[in-house]
């Protein structure tokens, strides 16, 4: 049955004005099943939809990808739900090792790594730092002619060498596009390195082996990767060194030009049609700056007001036992700015536009082809050099995260013994196993970054206002007069949805209160995104965004594929601790929901947003 959970029942609201008759509010979320009450649902039980080695099987291909089968749905792609009551169905997470996740699609023309008969060594911690990575907008032409010829070298070895540039881009297609299962012997489940705890340390051993290989090729121990700097307002455009295309190893094709020299919008609010784009190198007034304050805002919210605890941050526990597991939840680092430049660089191909082999599309492994690449679609992201420059940021923001604003990772060993291989050494490539606990602190890496811009982050000093007046002195708000949305409801862009009197519960020492949305069903191919509001009238909802006090947060992911097609299942959770004492709702025992669809697909949500308690 499609319903309420009991706690949406609620029997009293904040929202009467003084002196009105104290009526019972309808339900927050009526359901097409529900009939004259909201009845305790039982656990609904999750269920996954069924769907000659030359070297060179691995690399990516944009046209030979075709006739697919079998489910490449990553951690997301859960259809049905694990449980309408919000218990936590993955206590521990599962263990992630390089033995249990193999690339072993059946099909050819895969980007699988050959095997090797070499065997496995162990990563060994770096004996000192030797790399410091800098902004790209600051460096010098020497190192900019550096960064240049590392480029070229690595794009000029043969495509089978695993330390070449397509071999680079084919890991990431390959982890990210469905190629990967894990357990395959026995629970042969799909795996994806997004929308999960695994997000962070996965990328971080990614490029730091891809830095490693561009010192090795110009002979400089002592190359860092420069990092696009998009959390600051000098580096909120995409860097000139990778804008020249003109015999340029940095350059790509595969990017929307119109953007390249505007300013970025980490708010992925260039998604709407009626969105201005604003020249970086324009005038410097009113719009200007309140759209550099937004981007800040963004990032604080990423950063601080959103990144509270691991979970929250870093993503949810990766689970494989799909009737046990909740649909995989991103955290603050990855659904955020990470998104956003993904799409911000990404081709947006005209609408009603064909999308095939001759207009340069790429084909996922759903059998489609995708012209929102290469940074626009997970399955070749890995093909633009600025991918690597972007996650260098990333990264970054994690660096900071853990040290600048004291976050700490999760402490289960499944996480902190997940391991992964990677190839090593230009010269006489080997493959090396490398943890997560082997990755937490960079300088067991070599590498660290620039103290000098680390010294001011802007984006601590954003501006945070009030959309709508709250607390003592604002006008009430008049009671919900009619039941709030039934579900499962379908978001259409600028449509906003309303959910009434969501109970608060009162807050568990320890804990943090969490806004869960569950059962987001979607089409990953396409551009989604909404954002998630308290308190906010219907008619102001529209005009929410990082910079007010009311905003909790966004669902946000980069276009991927799903293999035999299809939706896949997230999940979306949100700490609002900080919102509720900013608009003087702390003490209140329900708030309204507000659910702003900001993109032209279809986004189904199966469940009703509920307020729970969570650990950190």
Known sequence: ??????????????????????????????????????????AVSCKAAAGGDDGRLWLPRRDVLSALTGVAAGLAGYQGLASAA?????????????KLVQCTDPNTNFPCPPPTPRPVV??????????VRRPVHLLDREYQEKYREAIAKMRALPASHPLSFAAQAAIHQAYCDGHYRYDPAAKNRPFDVHFSWIFAPWHRMYIYFYERAL????????????????DAPAGMVVPPLFRDSFDNPLGNRYREQRRLDKLVDLDLGFLDPGATLIPFNGPHDKKYEEAVNKNLCTVYQQQIRGGKGARCFLGERFCSNIEDADEGCQGTLERMAHTAMHAWVGRTPPEGAPCNADTGGVMGHDGNYHCENDMGFLGSAGQDPLFYSHHANVDRMWHLWSTKLGGEGFKDPEWLDASFV???????????RIKFRDVLDTRNLGYTYDAESEADLPWLRCRLTSLVPHGKGSAPRPAPRKAGPTFPVTLRRSRVVEVPAVPVPAKQPGQQRVLVIRGIEYDPSAQNKFDVAINVPADQALKVGPEN??????????????AGGGTLQGKLALPIDEVLADIEADGDSAVDVVIVPRTGGEIKLKLCPTIQNQNF
Do not use: H
Request: some cysteine; charged content about 25%; glycine content about 6%.
């Open 422 to 432: 990677f190839y090593d050494d230009v010269a006489n490539p080997r493959p090396v």
């Open 122 to 131: 162990d990563f060994r911690p770096e004996s000192r730092v030797r790399r």
């Open 215 to 230: 010192g090795q090729l110009i002979g400089d121990d002592t190359f860092a990767l420069p990092y696009w700097n998009w």
């Open 86 to 98: 919000g218990e936590d169905k993955c206590p521990r997470g599962d263990k992630v090792t390089d």
């Open 1 to 42: 049955m499609n319903g309420c959970m009991a706690s949406a029942c609620a029997t009293s609201t904040p929202l009467v004005p003084a002196g009105a008759p104290a009526a019972a509010p309808p339900p927050a979320c009526p359901s097409k099943n529900t009939t004259t009450s909201c009845r305790r649902r039982r």
């Open 549 to 562: 006090y009311e905003y909790a947060g966004s669902f946000a992911v980069v276009p991927s594929s799903k």
